[in-house]
């Protein structure tokens, strides 16, 4: 007998619910490994989905589908399970941040060596700096961009999106594209 899709409310006891209460959310998330490094306003707990899984009784080896799966939540917690899964998204930007979540077995020596590369472009650029650096930004950002970053700083993450940009597709460029994303997120 398959189990309902949505379960009984009426028995599940006071302490459940709150135990539960944000599993709809992304909350319990936030400080989660992996499932923290880009928050998505469509997300929702980690820990809804491995209680389904376990649930469910899906184990290793069997094979999950999250046909919106957003910002990888379930594909997530079932790749730690060892449980395939497959997942889909239509959107392109949500799509790359989930592919990195992906990204487990990184070059630590070549992130290393673009790291500092980007540190030298940064203090290199400083002496770079084009004579009228308002013009020259205005030419390359929209007018809210120019307005939440001081010129200075506006033109070094402009260095190290073109330095990222620039290098060749692989799991250490995803990364360093998501890093920039999020640390942006954070200071904007």
Same mark, same amino acid.
């Given at each position: 007998?398959?189990?309902?899709?949505?379960?009984?409310?009426?028995?599940?006891?006071?302490?459940?619910?709150?135990?539960?209460?944000?599993?709809?959310?992304?909350?319990?998330?936030?400080?989660?490994?992996?499932?923290?490094? /880009?928050?998505?306003?469509?997300?929702?707990?980690?820990?809804?989905?491995?209680?389904?899984?376990?649930?469910?009784?899906?184990?290793?080896?069997?094979?999950?589908?999250?046909?919106?799966?957003?910002?990888?939540? @379930?594909?997530?917690?079932?790749? @730690?399970?060892?449980?395939?899964?497959?997942?889909?998204?239509?959107?392109?930007?949500?799509?790359?941040? @989930?592919?990195?979540?992906?990204?487990?077995?990184?070059?630590?020596?070549?992130?290393?060596?673009?790291?500092?590369?980007?540190?030298?472009?940064?203090?290199?650029?400083?002496?770079?700096?084009?004579?009228?650096?308002?013009?020259?930004?205005?030419?390359? /950002?929209?007018?809210?961009?120019?307005?939440?970053?001081?010129?200075?700083?506006?033109?070094?993450?402009?260095?190290?999106?073109?330095?990222?940009?620039?290098?060749?597709?692989?799991?250490?460029?995803? /990364?360093?594209?998501?890093?920039?994303?999020?640390?942006?997120?954070?200071?904007?």
């Amino acid at each position: 007998m398959q189990k309902p899709l949505f379960p009984d409310y009426a028995v599940i006891t006071t302490k459940d619910k709150h135990k539960n209460s944000d599993w709809g959310t992304f909350k319990d998330s936030l400080r989660a490994p992996l499932h923290s490094w /880009f928050t998505y306003p469509a997300g929702f707990s980690h820990k809804a989905v491995q209680s389904s899984l376990d649930e469910d009784g899906i184990k290793v080896g069997q094979t999950v589908y999250d046909p919106f799966m957003g910002s990888g939540t @379930t594909n997530l917690v079932a790749k @730690t399970k060892g449980i395939n899964s497959i997942g889909i998204e239509a959107h392109p930007f949500v799509f790359d941040i @989930t592919q990195t979540k992906f990204c487990w077995d990184l070059k630590t020596e070549k992130l290393k060596i673009y790291l500092e590369a980007i540190e030298k472009l940064v203090l290199e650029n400083k002496h770079k700096r084009p004579l009228k650096l308002k013009e020259f930004l205005g030419a390359e /950002f929209p007018e809210l961009i120019s307005k939440c970053f001081l010129p200075e700083t506006l033109y070094d993450l402009l260095g190290i999106r073109n330095f990222i940009l620039s290098l060749r597709k692989s799991a250490e460029k995803r /990364f360093l594209k998501t890093a920039l994303i999020c640390a942006l997120r954070k200071i904007s």
